[in-house]
């Protein structure tokens, strides 16, 4: 008897967590669908603050499904005409004052990108979360979801794991958690001004927030100006395009 009640509270247990796993996949794959897109292009401005400065950058960014991104920094003087292009893993940056271009190493991919609170690695790694990842469904209310994603043991990740709570109807994110290996909550990601745009609920406005004790008061903010989403765009995702584009 004992021997049924242990298969049958096993059988539940392992129906209970792949319909978690399954559900939150799901939910992950219709978040990450919506803030992206089959293509988009978007003009942007990001705001920098520390204790001690603040710095405000404008750019325009085309993307083409998960794998091709290219940026163009319009804004400030110093760093006008600078591109950077995205081909999967892959991330090279155009210098207009020295007329270059550089393809970025692994070891700087966990440095600032342009002086904010996003890394390199952030720009090139976006689109594996539904692929690196393995999601849980933690917690259900009437408004959201929260969604638990741990990287899978061949990932080449460098978050422990990540916390999204998510809206329920809408399918926008409201907050990203990341958290290091040892379980130390690092930063947090703040989704705001949720936005009608024609066919969907789009938040305008993200805040990063460093939790390392040394980056205390350092915060990032992205206003999205304008963004559309899958129409044509033009086929700006090559090397030579980031010469070109600078001008």
């Known amino acids: 008897m004992k021997k049924i009640y242990f298969i049958a509270f096993f059988c539940l247990f392992f129906s209970t967590y ?12 219709k978040m990450d669908a919506l803030m992206r897109g089959k293509s988009s292009f978007g003009k942007y401005t990001i705001i920098s603050q520390t204790p001690r400065w603040t710095r405000t950058m404008k750019m325009d960014s085309w993307s083409l499904g998960t794998a091709k991104a290219f940026i163009k920094i319009n804004y400030p003087l110093k760093d006008q005409g600078t591109t950077f292009l995205k081909i999967k893993t892959d991330f090279w940056q155009y210098v207009p004052k020295i007329e270059k271009v550089i393809k970025f190493p692994p070891s700087m991919m966990l440095q600032s990108w342009m002086g904010t609170d996003f890394t390199n690695d952030d720009l090139v790694k976006e689109s594996s979360i539904i692929e690196d990842y393995t999601h849980k469904l933690i917690q259900e209310n009437h408004d959201t979801y929260t969604i638990e994603s741990i990287p899978k043991p061949n990932a080449a990740i460098i978050w ?40 969907r609920y789009f938040p305008m406005t993200w805040t990063m927030l460093p939790q390392a004790e040394d980056k205390k008061g350092n915060s990032t903010i992205v206003q999205i100006e304008q963004i559309e989403f899958n129409k044509e765009i033009p086929d700006i995702f090559t090397l030579k395009a980031l010469k070109d584009m600078s001008r």
């Open 18 to 29: 792949t319909f978690a796993t399954d559900k939150a996949v799901e939910i992950v794959s």
């Open 160 to 199: 422990g794991k990540i916390v999204q709570i998510i809206d329920k109807k809408a399918y926008y994110p409201i907050k990203i958690e990341y958290y290091d290996e040892d379980n130390n909550l690092m930063r947090v990601l703040n989704y705001s001004n949720v936005t009608k745009l024609s066919d």
